[in-house]
């Protein structure tokens, strides 16, 4: 049954990772609307009558549902260790919370971070060559892209650690008399 539920749980996971980079992109958008009108639309082809909000969701989607597969897979199969299909559900679904969660909190922490670093005049030296509206902003939003995928594979780990720490504490419960 495990095996079975295993497909579906990846594809939750895939669109847990999509809603997130929605999501982030929104808070994102509102820190440097030409972060994506001078780099995102552009890279992803979004058509000019998308290039808003809307727009920034869709970049979104597609830059982050692939995650799900990345993060999903490993956390799957690590997770049909546990006993019981219900327990297998449980884990696989609070480990993937569990890297949206570090995800999330690690991209803003990143933002939180450039807004104390990244000053007009103290940029970044990848912002070298850009020419941008706003190169403060722009700075502080690609800040954030950047430590949320970094902040996705840590998240990984840590989810890993704890489905194999439940693991081993449900093998132990099992052994006692």
Avoid at 132 to 138: G, W
Avoid at 150 to 171: E, N, W
Wanted: charged share 10%.
């Amino acid at each position: 049954m495990k095996l079975l539920l295993a497909p579906f749980l990846i594809a939750a996971a895939c669109i847990l990772a999509g809603l997130y980079g929605m999501v982030h992109n929104q808070i994102s958008y509102s820190v440097s609307p030409g972060y994506f009108h001078e780099f995102k639309f552009i890279q992803f082809g979004i058509q000019p009558e998308l290039q808003s909000r809307l727009g920034a969701a869709i970049v979104g989607w597609q830059a982050s549902w692939w995650m799900g597969i990345v993060i999903g897979l490993p956390i799957c199969l690590l997770s049909l260790a546990m006993r019981g299909t219900g327990a297998f559900v449980r884990t696989f679904l609070l480990a993937a919370l569990m890297v949206v969660a570090i995800a999330l909190l690690t991209g803003l922490g990143a933002l939180a971070a450039g807004y104390l670093a990244i000053q007009e005049g103290h940029l970044p030296g990848w912002m070298a060559g850009w020419e941008v509206s706003d190169p403060t902003a722009f700075a502080r939003a690609g800040l954030m892209h950047d430590f949320s995928y970094m902040g996705g594979l840590f998240g990984l780990l840590a989810g890993g650690v704890m489905v194999i720490g439940k693991i081993r504490a449900s093998r132990q419960r099992s052994r006692r008399p």
